[in-house]
T-cell receptor
Framework: EDQVTQSPEALRLQEGESSSLNCSYT??????LFWYRQDPGKGPEFLFT???AGEEKEKERLKATLTKKESFLHITAPKPEDSATYLC???????????FGSGTRLSIRP | DGGITQSPKYLFRKEGQNVTLSCEQN?????MYWYRQDPGQGLRLIYY???????QKGDIAEGYSVSREKKESFPLTVTSAQKNPTAFYLC???????????FGSGTRLTVV
């Protein structure tokens, strides 16, 4: 059964303090790993798709990386506006739908 | 601009009543999905549809029903059989294949 586990559940950082969010996954043949950002009371916003181990993608202060067992979302010099819940999801080769993790709530203090 | 529209944003329902949540997309996506999100929990799949006139149950389909008569529309009915319907409901769509989802802005349903 495909599974996605995100850690930590919550992370509080000072503005400018870099860190990483983890997404561990178990899937039979990875077709894609997805990162989303969700603000309170809103729908998730697509950030990245990663397809194979070693792949990296960047967007502003965010960088997503992928290995055969996990993905990291690195946030460099975060700002308060980066505060949100970050969701990881995977699509396996035998699946017709994406499986979501429970998310990491990121809070950046000014 | 293309996107997904969910309506209404807030919905209140009395116990014992059925209620229908609207989801419309103009992205020409084949697949559409309904998720439920409770505080502190991840997204749980209710129903999904990959083509018109066909849909499959997700992980928590009991007490819900859907229809897919048009490619653009995938309404969700929360029936009186759903024991704990108060939640945030999200609709999503995708191109069939290895692509991520586009989400709507959600409907918050409260049973009063």
């Amino acid at each position: 059964e495909d599974q996605v586990t995100q850690s930590p559940e919550a992370l509080r950082l000072q503005e400018g303090e870099s860190s990483s969010l983890n997404c561990s996954y178990t899937v039979s043949g990875l077709r894609g790993l997805f990162w989303y950002r969700q603000d309170p009371g809103k729908g998730p916003e697509f950030l990245f798709t990663l397809y194979s181990a070693g792949e990296e993608k960047e967007k502003e202060r965010l960088k997503a990386t992928l290995t055969k067992k996990e993905s990291f979302l690195h946030i460099t010099a975060p700002k308060p506006e980066d505060s949100a819940t970050y969701l990881c999801a995977v699509l396996g080769s035998s699946a017709s739908k994406i499986i979501f993790g429970s998310g990491t709530r990121l809070s950046i203090r000014p | 601009d293309g996107g997904i529209t969910q309506s209404p944003k807030y919905l209140f329902r009395k116990e014992g009543q059925n209620v229908t949540l609207s989801c419309e997309q103009n992205l020409n996506h084949d697949a559409m999905y309904w998720y439920r999100q409770d505080p502190g929990q991840g997204l749980r799949l209710i129903y999904y549809s990959q083509i018109v006139n066909d849909f499959q149950k997700g992980d928590i389909a009991e007490g819900y029903s859907v229809s897919r008569e048009k490619k653009e529309s995938f309404p969700l009915t929360v029936t009186s059989a759903q024991k704990n319907p108060t939640a945030f409901y999200l609709c999503a769509s995708s191109i069939t294949g290895d692509y991520g989802y586009t989400f709507g802005s959600g409907t918050r349903l409260t049973v009063v």
